[in-house]
């Protein structure tokens, strides 16, 4: 089974930082795109940046600047730095990834972690 398990949420005054991290637990063949999304109460779930396997990445417009995403692929993890912190990003932030397994192809597919609080007080 695989597991998308992410940490470093917290509290931060405007103008701070934070990383967020996400690990990929269980086997799986390979990870393709991952990446993060966030959510406030009422509104939809929206993905806020993406990375692929080669490292390739993209960025909504509201954390463009902002917000840098890596992978480390031997740890099967992957961050979120986020800078320059605005109350408007005050939300639960929710890891997503694409996996296939050729082998196993009940396991591919696309995973949500569970989510963690982010907090920006001004």
């Known amino acids: 089974q695989v597991q998308l398990v992410e940490s470093g949420g917290g509290l931060v005054q405007a103008g701070g930082s934070l990383r967020l991290s996400c690990v990929v637990r269980g086997s799986v063949f390979k990870i393709n795109d991952i990446g993060w999304a966030r959510q406030v109460p009422g509104k939809q779930r929206d993905l806020i940046a993406t990375?692929?396997?080669?490292?390739?990445?993209n960025y909504a417009d509201s954390v463009k600047g902002r917000f840098t995403i890596s992978r480390d692929n031997a740890k099967k993890t992957v961050y979120l730095q986020m800078n320059s912190l605005k109350r408007e990003d005050t939300a639960v932030y929710y890891c997503?990834?694409?996996?296939?397994?050729?082998?196993?192809?009940?396991?591919?597919?696309?995973?949500w972690g569970q989510g963690t609080q982010v907090t920006v007080s001004s």
């Open positions: 997503n990834a694409n996996t296939e397994d050729p082998i196993r192809p009940w396991v591919a597919g696309d995973y």
């Open positions: 990375i692929t396997e080669g490292g390739t990445t």
